[in-house]
């Protein structure tokens, strides 16, 4: 396992606005890593570094390379898809074959074409003339077919009806992710995605809230479903967030074992979707200060998300 | 190169084996051919209505000048060169023009469309430095259309002339207005002209290609602000040298030399006329003086000048980040 990414102290500002405020993180080899938060969070911005699109301040090095300098050399072993949409629309599909196949060293046409083949996009037609859904399908398969070590993957699958979106992931999941191979996918549509992930990076305002493999979060996080008569007790274990459901309250706890909470209710590990907006919304949400505030805030948010790991 | 390209990819990841040739230059060229429709068709629109004038012109010229051709073997050599001459530049001149409308709004577009549907992306997640794609857009402009219209021009003028000279099946013969030697030489100096102008212009083509690759919007109204400065330069101060400037520079200024040229090009067949045989091929184009054309220093400053805002646009194009 090698690491393929590497930001240490990445930082960003819009004018007055501090779009990333001193981040840090890593992604291994083999991972498949969800970058997570809600909009304006940072995530497209910490994607733009990666993939040398934008300048940051901070150490930034992808694949063992500078995305700032060596822009064009990693392109070849990484691939992105910005968003839907962002195929140029006079295309023909034919054309996008044609161009991928042109440039990319690493593109398998026969690969692409068989991937298309299972679609209704026709070789003939213009970007124009497909949905929204057939777009990401020709993106999609455009991308799987260059095998790349490192595949960006920015709101991949916005605006997209079920159907396409799950085609989509289960594509990813079966047809190209494979051990030697690290996707990186931000979006803020976390139920979408959480069975797919192997690590989770919760980003808000800027600062990394949290930053741990999936695996790992049973272990420091766990949630609690209580009645009535046991909400009094759950709360001196000091849950950081809690939501009532149908009479019952779920509480969520960080450090907490399954046997301190086993007698006052149902345990389990809170789902990455209900983990996040625990984070969002709950006590520690707090710790990351918006834009405008003190500047001492944010290197402490920022170490909690390096300890976290 | 993709032996190399092989090497590196292979050296960078040991489980790679498959490395595809490529042909970035040529692949980028296509796309710009696909996206710029209006870049091949319009040169073809014009031929056609240049083909379909010559159809009129077949018809129209044979019944009124009927007395022309009587019994005479047909016009005198030098009405046949000057007609030829003048085919080949009248077409040359109007090929030129919708090119150069063409050109200005493809240049305007070719990196501003990209950013404003946000395409770029999809362009930037490919290994296609943006050095290679804005030069791409370059050789467009200043090879490979001129080239192009170039060629579609010489074809229809032969096929104009061809459809002049049909033979009618009955009634008068038609005018005999070809002249060979005159159609090779005006040729010659089309393309020498040619050459001239686009290299002529390639300041103003580069300048182009740098607004588009910057401006946010209103891109052509960026292209056009210099007209500004003339106007606060007017006020301001009370002279023009901007615009007398500007005017020498958007101005056919490759032809210093090409007014005698002209002159030669068009009087050049009286005088053969008088002398009496068209003289051989070498001895006209040595009248020519094509070269003298590129003795203009200004020709070479603006190319080092074309140089500079291409760079500028490959550098706002890498940094620029506004999607």
Redo the contacts between chains.
């Keep these: 396992m090698t690491t393929v990414i590497e930001a240490r102290n990445l930082s960003k500002a819009y004018g007055a606005n501090r779009a990333l405020d001193g981040v840090s993180f890593s992604v291994e080899s083999g991972r498949i890593v969800g970058i997570i938060g809600p909009n304006g969070a940072g995530k497209t911005t910490a994607l ?1 570094g990666i ?1 040398g ?3 940051f301040d901070g150490d930034l090095s992808v ?1 063992g390379r500078n995305p700032r300098t060596e ?7 990484v ?4 968003d839907v ?8 599909v034919r ?1 996008a074959l ?11 046409r026969a690969r692409a074409q068989d991937f298309l083949s299972r679609t209704d996009i026709r070789q003939a037609s213009r970007v124009r003339e497909l949905s929204k859904g057939m777009v990401t399908q020709l ?1 999609l398969a455009l991308i799987l077919a260059i ?1 790349a ?1 490192l595949l960006v993957l920015d709101e991949p699958t916005l605006g997209l009806d079920l159907l396409y979106r799950r085609q989509f992931y289960d594509t990813l999941l079966n047809d190209y992710f494979d051990k ?1 191979r690290t996707i990186l996918i931000t979006t803020h549509q976390v139920e979408e995605i959480e069975h797919l992930l192997t690590d989770v990076i919760f980003l808000a305002r800027g600062h990394i809230m949290l930053s741990s493999t999936v695996e790992a979060i049973p272990d420091r996080y766990l949630q609690l479903t209580v009645g009535p008569d046991n909400l009094s007790r759950a709360r001196e274990l000091h849950p950081f967030y809690e939501r009532e459901v149908f009479g019952r309250t779920a509480l969520i706890y960080e450090g907490r074992t399954q046997r301190e909470l086993e007698p006052l209710g149902e345990v389990r590990p809170p789902s990455i979707a209900d983990l996040f907006v625990a984070k969002m919304q709950g006590r520690d949400a707090g710790r990351a200060p918006p834009a405008s505030a003190s500047t001492a805030a944010p290197s402490a948010a920022a170490g909690a998300g390096e300890a976290s790991r | 190169m993709n032996e190399s390209a092989e090497l590196r990819a292979a050296a960078a990841s040991p489980s790679e084996i498959r490395a595809v040739p490529t042909r970035p230059m040529l692949t980028l060229l296509k796309r710009e051919v696909w996206e710029h429709s209006a870049l091949w068709i319009a040169p073809l629109i014009v031929s056609a209505a240049l083909i379909v004038g010559a159809i009129f012109a077949r018809a129209y010229l044979t019944r009124a000048m009927p007395i022309s051709i009587g019994d005479m073997a047909g016009p005198g050599q030098n009405i046949r060169a000057m007609s030829t001459t003048g085919a080949v530049v009248t077409f040359g001149v109007m090929q030129s023009f919708v090119m150069s409308v063409v050109l200005w709004f493809y240049a305007t577009a070719c990196l501003y469309n990209e950013r404003r549907d946000r395409s770029i992306l999809f362009w930037k997640s490919m290994p296609v430095s943006d050095a290679k794609t804005v030069l791409s857009k370059m050789l467009i402009a200043l090879a490979a259309t001129p080239l192009y219209v170039y060629l579609v021009t010489l074809v229809t003028t032969l096929v104009a002339s061809g459809i002049v000279a049909i033979p009618r099946v009955s009634g008068p013969s038609p005018l005999n207005m070809w002249d060979g030697g005159a159609w090779l030489r005006a040729e010659a100096f089309s393309f020498v002209w040619l050459v001239l102008a686009v290299l002529w212009y390639a300041p103003l083509t580069a300048y182009l290609l740098l607004v588009s690759a910057w401006a946010r919007r209103n891109v052509q109204l960026w292209a056009l602000s210099p007209l500004i400065l003339i106007i606060v330069e007017r006020i301001a101060f009370g002279t023009h040298y901007l615009s007398t400037w500007l005017l020498y520079r958007l101005g056919p200024g490759w032809q210093a030399r090409g007014e005698e040229w002209f002159e030669r090009l068009f009087t050049g067949p009286f005088y053969n006329a008088s002398g009496g045989s068209s003289p051989p091929g070498g001895q006209i184009f040595a009248a020519m003086e094509p070269l003298k054309g590129f003795e203009n220093i200004d020709l070479w400053i603006g190319l080092a000048v074309a140089a500079v805002f291409l760079y500028l646009a490959v550098r706002v194009r890498r940094y620029r980040d506004d999607t």
Excluded: S, T
């Design positions: 733009k993939l699109l934008a300048d694949l822009r064009n050399r990693l392109m070849q072993d691939c992105f898809i910005a949409a962002v195929l140029p629309r006079w295309m023909r054309n044609d161009y991928v196949e042109g440039v990319h060293p690493r593109f398998d993106h095998d070590r030697e």
